[in-house]
């Protein structure tokens, strides 16, 4: 018999204090000193705060989190823009109406709006600024198994948090000191910068100067980067 995490008594005290939880207000944090409430079947709902209506499918950043009692996860999200988002969802498959919110997909894999192309497995999609679809060779928030729909445009995708890139440093930075670094898009021999998307990071190799390549990624919770040799 497999070796119990917690004691029966233990788990009966947390299933009580789960029941007299007294729900929060949205926008709130659960309350100080309660166990955390979310369970893998806890419905999770995207809250589009914006004027627009979001397409089926759209690439969405993730701007923020709340909880609300023992309810739903709240995530509130955003058109893609040049603002760094480490996180990105698809929008349900009938879309999100402006100022309102719709459940999130839980499925592994879901589909997602493409703008061009023919999607192919194991092809890499991010976030457009200023646009709802997934842009192949962009930073990489989504993975490809291949094309659903040509019209409207939809692949399937699986969903994961941006982890690494290229980028080059908008000036110098020397060893073991912060400064700011442009995201780069595209395959390699053919990059483009991603106007206005920069970002601070920490140097963990030798100086760089400006317009020097370099590598990042998201080490304990940061973005780091080296020069790229």
């Known amino acids: 018999m497999a070796n119990k995490v917690i004691s029966d008594e233990a788990a009966a005290q947390l299933s009580k204090l789960f029941e007299q939880a007294t729900p929060a207000a949205y926008n709130s944090t659960e309350r100080r000193g309660e166990p955390p409430r979310f369970t893998p079947g806890r419905e999770i709902v995207l809250v589009n705060p914006i004027s627009e209506d979001v397409p089926g499918g759209a690439c969405c950043a993730v701007t923020d989190t709340y909880t609300s009692g023992t309810g739903p996860i709240f995530k509130k999200i955003a058109k893609p823009s040049t603002t760094f988002y ?32 023919t999607p192919a497995a194991d092809e890499g999609f991010g976030p457009t600024p200023g646009q709802w679809y997934w842009t192949k060779n962009y930073p990489e928030a989504a993975v490809a198994h291949g094309v659903y729909s040509t019209s409207p445009k939809l692949m399937l995708v699986t969903l994961k948090p941006i982890e690494n890139g290229i980028g080059k440093a908008n000036g110098t930075i020397i ?4 400064g ?30 400006l317009n020097d390549w370099v590598t990042w990624q998201y080490v304990n919770g940061q973005i ?6």
């Open 86 to 117: 480490r996180h990105y969802v698809c929008a349900p498959f009938t879309g999100i109406p402006k100022n309102s919110q719709a459940p999130q997909p839980r499925e592994s894999s879901v589909w997602a709006l493409y703008n061009a192309g």
């Open 175 to 178: 060893n073991r000191a912060s």
């Open 180 to 209: 700011a670094i442009s995201i780069w898009q595209g395959t390699f021999g053919s990059e483009a910068d991603i106007s206005g998307m920069d970002v601070t990071a920490f140097n963990l190799g030798p100086d760089v100067a």
């Open 224 to 229: 780091v980067f080296m020069a790229l040799c």
